[in-house]
């Protein structure tokens, strides 16, 4: 039995299905474990735990997608102020988002916050899961959402201000004290990042209208077209997968999420529909 595993944020479980749903129909068996607005200590945590209760073997096939570096999560297995309920990890995105301006505010920052620090435990993470998922055997890539080198400044809030902002990129590898970890990329199971891959695609991204006065915005994660488009361009041929044609499921996927987005102008609403619509689509919360 072939069995698919996937982990990352919202570039992999989110309103709508992702490439790692996608992908899924094409497998015996499929666990989405991403988690929106998670970070890479998380991630990392959440990739052992599968492990651990799937017994992961080399007949597996595990594609991890990296998240922000800038993103503090925790866990409780009991929420004593009943919030989140349906999540145990407390994701938050990222940490100086306008949404976390009261949790993480200027004490908590001066208290626990070192970007440095935050960079060397998402990196640890990748290292430490890299030598996790070899051990076993199984099939795996990895991606991101954009250039982790990049340290995030070609993760676009707004896809059409794309060309404006590729000048502005940072280089982590200038920094002598994070050069060890360079070799950490220097593998072919790495794959083109899906962010910088598809943010080039403007005209196929969602919009959405929000808020009492219904302001108009762009957002950042792939549609289904271009979800689909980097699994069959870049994901599938590093897997050595059959991507000469899109499946009818897929196929029938596209096609409804076209027609729902037609008729709704509210992310939330059209991710209610997609969520009781599509056969097979599986939106569960995976572990702990």
Not at 43 to 64: G, H, L, P, Q, Y
Not at 135 to 162: A, V
Request: contains cysteine; proline residues 3%.
């Amino acid at each position: 039995m072939s069995r698919l595993f996937t982990f990352g944020c919202s570039f992999t479980n989110y309103s709508w299905p992702t490439w790692a749903d996608f992908l899924g129909l094409e497998f015996d068996y499929f666990e989405n474990w991403g988690v929106p607005g998670i970070g890479n200590v998380a991630i990392a945590n959440r990739v052992s735990e599968c492990f651990v209760k799937n017994n992961i073997t080399s007949e597996d096939t595990v594609v991890i997608q990296w998240s922000n570096y800038l993103r503090n999560d925790y866990h409780l297995f009991e929420d004593v102020n009943n919030r989140d309920l349906d999540n145990n990890w407390k994701t938050k995105g990222n940490i100086f988002g306008y949404t976390n301006t009261q949790l993480y505010n200027k004490n908590w920052l001066t208290t626990f916050f070192d970007e440095q620090s935050y960079i060397m435990l998402s990196l640890n993470a990748i290292y430490s899961t890299i030598q996790l998922v070899e051990s076993t055997g199984c099939k795996w890539k990895m991606t991101s959402i954009g250039e982790f080198n990049k340290l995030g400044t070609d993760n676009i809030i707004d896809p059409i201000n794309y060309q404006e902002q590729i000048s502005k990129h940072s280089n982590l590898w200038d920094n002598d004290k994070f050069l060890p970890y360079k070799k950490i990329w220097d593998n072919s199971n790495w794959v083109t990042p899906i962010g910088t891959y598809c943010w080039k695609n403007v005209d196929l991204f969602y919009t959405w209208l929000s808020g009492p006065k219904k302001l108009k915005w762009v957002d950042p994660h792939p549609a289904p077209e271009l979800g689909i488009d980097w699994l069959y361009n870049i994901l599938k041929p590093s897997l050595n997968l059959d991507n000469d044609k899109l499946t009818t499921e897929q196929l029938d996927w596209i096609a409804r999420c076209r027609q729902v987005k037609n008729s709704f102008e509210d992310l939330q609403d059209f991710g209610d529909v997609i969520a009781l619509e599509l056969k097979n689509y599986d939106k569960t919360y995976r572990g702990y």
